[in-house]
């Protein structure tokens, strides 16, 4: 399930016509330029869209409103902002499925800090960006250390370096 949505929203972000979704439901009216995109596709792209127009209407309604809602705030962003999305959607693409479920794990256990730590965890991700490649590798290392790679609150033990 997590594929189709990933699937789908990669079709919004991309910019691709996803004409149900960007479809003006209360008039029946396509954006500008969609017939255009749309004659532009070739029959293996309009084919694809055809599958993922399928996955979309499969879904529950809920989640059909929250690809709805999200498609909208995407398109409310700024250009550079969409561009930068896209990017990090492409990168994510490219890594291996391994790399991927290595970031959902570090992703889960990141929510799972307090906000206190998240926000000091940002702030020190941050201060990284003027960093040779080097310190860079050092510091992510420490951090996993500090943040990641210690007994669960509660846990005894001593823990991560504080």
Known sequence: MKRVILSLILTALLGVPAIVLAADTASNQLPQGAVERWQSLSPAEKQELRARYREFKALPAGQREQLQERLATFRSLPAAEQQQLR??????????????????????????????????????????RGMSNEERMERRMDLRQRYFDRPMRGGGGGGGRR
């Open 87 to 128: 990017e990090r959607f492409e990168r994510w693409r490219e890594l291996s499925p391994e790399q991927q479920q290595k970031l959902r794990e570090l992703n889960q256990q990141f929510r799972q800090l307090s906000a206190e730590e998240r926000e000091t965890l940002r702030d020190e991700v941050r201060e990284m």
